[in-house]
């Protein structure tokens, strides 16, 4: 089962690698990661989407809470919150009919052309997992993508609840 985990450090030179080389040297799978600086510049936030039973997650929670630049973790997953991911899909455009394809199931799925050529666009879209997963496998049978970039999970919780040390 997916797990989402959101950790906030100090923002310096090898925390990053320090998060990743603790998943690695424990075989713990990171499906995807996201880091940025906060609002406080000198703070960064890593959102983790990774797998794992209940005991799993347990252990990667503790283990990164032993990192010195570690300020707080949290899981969200089990919490009210808000999870997104960014997608940019580059198709092919040849005909009119594929063209018309694209942008009736780009609507579908709320997306949006943020860049055109005679034969390729490129689609943009935003929501969870499971919504970019469901666009790529509806276009697929209607034209041929070029390419996919994907920015990973980023979350937050809902309400007043924050991620603050």
Same mark, same amino acid.
């Given at each position: ?15 990053? #690698? ?17 880091? !940025?600086?906060?609002?406080?510049? #000198? ?54 009919? !594929? ?38 496998? #509806? ?15 980023? !979350? ?10």
């Amino acid at each position: 089962m997916q797990k989402i985990l959101s950790i906030l450090l100090e923002n310096e030179a090898g925390s990053l #690698s320090r998060i990743i080389g603790l998943f690695s040297q424990r075989a713990f799978n990171i499906e995807s990661l996201t880091v !940025a600086a906060t609002e406080d510049k #000198s703070l960064s936030r890593i959102t983790i989407a990774t797998t794992g039973d209940h005991r799993v997650v347990e252990q990667i929670i503790k283990q990164v809470n032993k990192l010195v630049d570690v300020l707080k973790i949290t899981e969200l997953t089990d919490i009210s919150h808000i999870e997104r991911e960014l997608m940019f899909v580059k198709l092919n455009a040849k005909t009119p009919d !594929a063209r018309e394809e694209i942008v009736r199931t780009m609507e579908i799925f709320r997306g949006q052309i943020v860049d055109s050529t005679n034969q390729l666009y490129t689609v943009q879209l935003t929501g969870k997992k499971e919504k970019l997963n469901a666009f790529i496998r #509806s276009i697929k049978r209607q034209s041929d993508i070029i390419e996919i970039v994907r920015s990973g999970c980023v !979350a937050i919780a809902r309400g007043e609840r924050a991620l603050v040390p």
